[in-house]
C-alpha cells in the first residue's frame, strides 16, 4: 500500500519541515516586516492511501456471499454510504433502545465528552492570549519609614498611610505567531478529543450489539441442547423399557445414560456464559448487573441485513474516527513546531498603566494624584546551554511519532475492513456447510434410531449420531450468529456513518447537561 502523502514514513514531512529550513535572517526580517508571521510548518492533512480495493484483485471482486438455508445472500455495494444509526438495520426494536439508553447512561461517554469539553475550553482560553490583557489593582498600606533608609539614622521616623489605585495594560506582540500557534495546537487537540468522543461512541454501539448477538446465540445453543436432552431421555426409557422386557442389554442402557449425562454437563457453562454475557450488556448501557434489564434477544428477533454498504478506499480515513483522531494528534505535534521555533527569537511586550497614588483614599484621583507609565520590554535568547536548541529537535521527532502512527492507524483500518470483508464471505460459506451437516446428521441420528429399535444395530451408532447432531446443530447456532457479529463489524471497520447524524457532543449536551450541576457556581467552596 502507497501513502502518497507528505508525512508517509519513507518521506516524512520534507515540504512541511523544509519551510523550517529558512536562515535566521529571513525569519528576523518576516518578524519586523510582518507582524503576524508564524514560524513553523502550515499544516496539511495526508492524502488516502492512493489503492482501489481493500483485498488482493482476486477477492475484490467477490461482492455477494452465498445465500444458506438459515439466510439469504449479502451483497456488498462499494460505494453506498453508511447511515447514522446502522444498527437499526438489524431490524431489532430493543436492540435500538438499548443503544440509545447507552448513548445517555454511559460514563465512558460521560468521560469522553468532559475531555473534549475541557479541550476545547482550554482553546477558546488561549485565543484570548492575543488580545491587551487590562488589569485592575488597588493597595493600602500603613508603614513607617526611619532616616537609616536613606543614610540619614538621625533623621525622625515618619508614620503615613499610603493608597494606590491603579488600571495596568499588558499587549504581548505574536511577531513570531508562537502564541497563534499554541492555539492552533490547543485547537487540533479539541478535535483530537471529539473523534476520541465519535469512536467511543462507535465501539459502544459495536459491543452493545454483538453482546446482544451473544445472548441471543447462547440461548439458542442452551435451547437446542435441552431439545437433545429431552429426545436422549425419551431414548433412554425407552431402551429401558426394552431392557426390563429382555429386548436390551445393560450395556445399552448404561450408554445411553452416559450420554445422557454428558450432554447435562453442557449446559451450566452456557449458562454461566450467558449470566456472564447479561452482565456486560447490563453495564454497557450505564446499569449495575443487580438492576437487570427488560430486552431479551434471540436469534429469530435479528435480521441480517442484505445489503451492505462499503465506502471507497479513498473515503475510509475521513470516516474512520481513529484515523481522524491521529491527524488532529499530527495536527498538534506540527503546531508544536512553530511554538518552539518562535522561542528561538525575540519576544515583544508592551506594558501601560495609569492611576492615582494618594497618602488618604479620599485623596485619590484628585489633582496632583495621578500616575502612569509606558513601556516595551524586548527579550531575546541568548545563551541556554542548547536548551531551546533540543526543544525543537524533540519538537520534530515529537512531529515523525506522530507521523508513523497516523499511518499504523491507517493500515489498521484497511485491515480491519478487508478482514471483515473476509469474514462475511467465508461466514457463509461455513453456514451453507453447517446448514448441510446439520440435515445430513439429522437423517443420520433418525436412521440410526430406527435401526436400533428394529434391532439392526448396536446402541453405540445411535450415540455417534447424536454426538453428531448435537455438535452439527451448536455449530449451525454459532455460524448464524458470527455472521451477524461481523455484519456489525463490518459498520465499525467503515467508521460507523458518524457524518451522517447530528454532532454526537450535541446530543450529549441536549440529553446529559441538562440539570445544573452545583460547581457550576463560580462562587461555591465546595465542588
Known amino acids: 500500500m502507497a501513502f502518497k502523502t507528505k508525512i508517509g ?6 515540504s512541511n519541515l523544509a519551510k523550517l529550513r529558512v536562515s535566521a535572517f529571513g525569519m528576523a526580517l518576516c518578524g519586523a516586516v510582518i507582524s503576524g508571521c508564524a514560524l513553523g510548518p502550515d499544516f496539511t492533512e495526508p492524502a488516502s492511501p492512493d489503492v482501489k480495493g481493500y483485498t488482493d484483485s482476486k477477492q475484490a471482486k467477490q461482492f455477494t456471499t452465498v445465500a444458506t438455508a ?5 451483497s456488498i455495494v462499494l460505494g453506498k454510504d453508511i447511515q447514522g444509526q446502522w444498527w437499526t438495520l438489524f431490524r431489532s426494536p430493543a436492540l435500538n433502545q438499548l443503544i440509545a439508553k447507552a448513548l445517555q447512561r454511559s460514563p465512558d461517554l460521560q468521560a469522553a465528552l468532559s475531555a473534549l469539553t475541557q479541550a476545547q475550553e482550554v482553546a477558546s482560553a488561549k485565543q484570548y492570549a492575543l488580545f491587551p490583557a487590562l488589569d485592575a489593582s488597588f493597595s493600602n498600606s500603613h508603614q513607617k519609614i526611619s532616616g ?120 451450566p457453562p452456557l449458562q454461566l456464559q450467558l449470566a456472564q454475557n447479561r452482565h456486560r450488556l447490563t453495564a454497557l448501557v450505564g446499569e449495575l448487573p443487580s438492576t437487570g434489564l427488560s430486552a431479551q434477544f434471540d436469534l429469530a428477533s435479528l435480521q441480517l441485513p442484505l445489503q451492505l454498504p462499503l465506502s471507497l478506499p479513498s473515503k475510509l480515513v475521513q470516516q474512520r474516527p481513529d484515523v481522524q483522531a491521529q491527524v488532529a494528534l499530527l495536527h498538534r ?27 488618604q483614599i479620599g485623596d485619590l484621583f484628585v489633582p496632583g494624584s495621578a500616575i502612569w507609565n509606558v513601556g516595551g520590554n524586548l527579550l531575546q535568547p541568548v545563551f541556554h546551554g542548547g536548551e531551546l536548541l533540543h526543544k525543537r529537535r524533540a519538537a520534530l521527532a515529537a512531529y515523525e511519532q506522530a507521523a508513523a502512527q497516523y499511518r499504523s492507524t491507517v493500515l489498521l483500518a484497511f485491515q480491519n475492513v478487508a478482514d471483515t470483508l473476509s469474514a462475511l464471505e467465508f461466514d457463509a460459506a461455513e453456514l451453507q456447510a453447517q ?38 446443530r451448536i455449530g449451525q447456532i454459532t455460524a448464524q450468529a458470527r455472521r451477524l457479529a461481523d455484519t456489525a463489524a463490518l459498520f465499525q ?4 456513518g458518524w457524518w451522517n447524524r447530528p454532532k454526537l457532543a450535541k446530543t450529549l449536551q441536549s440529553t446529559q447537561m441538562q440539570q445544573p450541576k452545583k460547581y457550576d457556581c463560580i462562587f461555591c467552596l465546595e465542588p
Open 333 to 359: 505535534a506540527s503546531a508544536e513546531i512553530g511554538v518552539v521555533s518562535a522561542q528561538l527569537f525575540p519576544d515583544f511586550t508592551i506594558k501601560a498603566n495609569v492611576g492615582s497614588i494618594a497618602t
Open 493 to 496: 471497520a467503515l467508521g460507523g
Open 70 to 74: 438459515s439466510g439469504a445472500a449479502q
Open 148 to 267: 537609616a533608609q536613606f543614610g540619614n539614622p538621625n533623621f525622625p521616623g515618619s508614620v503615613y498611610s499610603l493608597s494606590n489605585a491603579s488600571v495596568g495594560v499588558t499587549y504581548t506582540l505574536d511577531v513570531f505567531g508562537a502564541i497563534r500557534r499554541q492555539i492552533e495546537g490547543f485547537e487540533a487537540q479539541a478535535s483530537y478529543q471529539e473523534f476520541q468522543l465519535e469512536g467511543a461512541f462507535l465501539m459502544l454501539a459495536a459491543n452493545v450489539a454483538t453482546t446482544a448477538i451473544q445472548e441471543a446465540s447462547l440461548k439458542a445453543q442452551i435451547a437446542a441442547t435441552f431439545d437433545i436432552i429431552k429426545a436422549q431421555e425419551q431414548e433412554l426409557a425407552l431402551v429401558q423399557q426394552q431392557f426390563a422386557l429382555g429386548g436390551a442389554s445393560k450395556v445399552d442402557v448404561l450408554a445411553l445414560q452416559s450420554q445422557l449425562q454428558q450432554t447435562r454437563i453442557a449446559i
Open 435 to 472: 446448514d448441510a451437516a446439520v440435515l445430513a446428521a439429522q437423517e443420520s441420528l433418525e436412521l440410526s434410531r430406527n435401526q436400533y429399535q428394529n434391532g439392526a444395530i448396536s446402541s453405540l451408532p445411535v450415540l455417534n449420531a447424536e454426538r453428531d447432531y448435537q455438535q452439527a
Open 9 to 14: 514514513l519513507s518521506k516524512l514531512i520534507p
